[in-house]
């Protein structure tokens, strides 16, 4: 599904040899390279506050410590998505109500979220699944009107950009009260082993996460809160910023991907290729909306699972995200939740399939995947 070996290829020198300076250096955790990271994704996403952990699940429960969150409050968030983005609002004792999504983006469906909203709501999780922007646009508008904050997961959206309706262009995980991301190595964005991080632009919240990521700790030895220990090493650091110098590069490179294997299926009924939100008429030259972390068809009239299958046994690597709704986890079934709730996610798990998509991709390689897969549709 990805290439991280081809990709490595490119920019062996520059990290072979800042993987050495960081040992040499043996500033292992928290040294000038994390800083230095931490100050070149701020600028980069034009937000005021990087705080770097150890994992996207860190700093989506960081985040929520960060808010205060308590027990018994609701935090409302998509079916359709990893469980990483519900497993902490378990965790912490807060209650997850989970909503179904749209059909032609996957993500959560706004409509959802207003009949969802209760006395006890106090927050929001947008999923910016597989590299766009959910619609940050209503969601901030529900969020300022029943007084709710806004967590978003931009763990499979960074560098995407969002437009709303005002005109402004904004980097995901720049424009709610707060974002966590993830730099798992096949992320957008990814390192050689475990990292995160927290982006905020409020002053306040940003202090209280940088304790909370360093034992509850904001002068040493005294803990103020209880924390928790997050922290990104500096190898993972000088990786990150010479990745990060190519993200845009990188998130072209899965565009110009996506973009032909669009032209492939497009005379084919039974494919529906992804669908770009309403902040871009599609995937053009300088748009930045869809970032492609999975490039993600539905499949009508056909039996996804042996369509997969198919692939397999040609060589070719597919994945189902996701193949069941968190609503029917086994770890987080609820009595509150109706089948009928959840129309769309209950379809999607059913006609959902990921073709291989990375940096790396060539021609070749796509065209022979997409034979493939109308080879088997057309059959
Ligand atoms: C990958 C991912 C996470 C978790 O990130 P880790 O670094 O693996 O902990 C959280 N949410 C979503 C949507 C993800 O895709």
Do not use: W
Not at 8 to 20: A, R
Not at 159 to 181: D, E, F, R
């Amino acid at each position: 599904m990805v290439d991280l070996k081809g990709q490595y290829e490119h920019i062996k020198d520059e990290v072979n040899t800042s993987v050495i300076d960081v040992i040499e250096s043996t500033a292992f955790i928290n040294g000038p390279k994390v800083h230095e990271f931490q100050k070149n994704l701020e600028n980069y996403l034009g937000v005021k506050h990087v705080i770097p952990c150890a994992n996207g699940t860190d700093a989506l429960q960081i985040a929520m410590m960060g808010l205060g969150l308590k027990p018994g409050d609701e935090v409302i968030t998509a079916d359709f998505t990893f469980a990483a983005t519900v497993e902490v609002i378990a965790l912490l004792g807060l209650t997850p109500v989970l909503v179904d999504v749209d059909p032609d983006t996957f993500n959560i469906n706004v409509e959802a979220i207003k009949k969802a909203i209760t006395s006890k709501t106090k927050a929001i999780v947008p999923v910016h699944l597989f590299g766009q922007c959910a619609d940050m646009d209503e969601i901030m508008d529900l969020a300022n009107t029943y007084n709710l904050y806004v967590i978003e997961d931009n763990a499979q959206a960074i560098g995407a950009s969002y437009l709303s309706k005002s005109g402004k262009k904004q980097k995901a995980g720049t424009i709610g009260h707060v974002a966590s991301t993830s730099f798992f190595p096949s992320k957008n964005l990814g390192c050689y082993g475990d990292g995160g991080a927290i982006f905020t632009n409020n002053d306040e919240l940003a202090h209280q996460i940088r304790g909370i990521v360093n034992h509850g700790m904001y002068v040493r030895y005294h803990h103020d809160v209880v924390g928790v220990n997050s922290r990104l090493d500096s190898i993972q650091a000088v990786i990150l910023n010479t990745k990060l110098s190519r993200l845009d590069a990188y998130n072209k490179a899965r565009q110009s991907a996506a973009k032909k294997y669009n032209e492939a299926f497009k005379n084919e009924p039974r494919i529906k290729t992804p669908v770009t939100n309403r902040s871009c008429d599609g995937i053009c030259a300088d748009c930045d909306c869809h970032v492609f972390h999975q490039y993600t068809l539905k499949i009508k009239d056909v039996d996804r699972d042996a369509l997969a299958t198919h692939l397999n046994e040609n060589g070719i690597p597919c994945g189902v995200y996701y193949p069941i709704p968190l609503h029917r986890q086994k770890a987080y079934q609820d009595s509150r939740y109706n089948e009928a709730d959840f129309p769309v996610t209950n379809q999607l798990i059913s006609e959902v399939i990921s073709l291989p998509m990375h940096t790396e991709l060539d021609d070749e390689q796509i065209d022979y995947i997409t034979s493939k897969v109308k080879e088997f549709i057309n059959a």
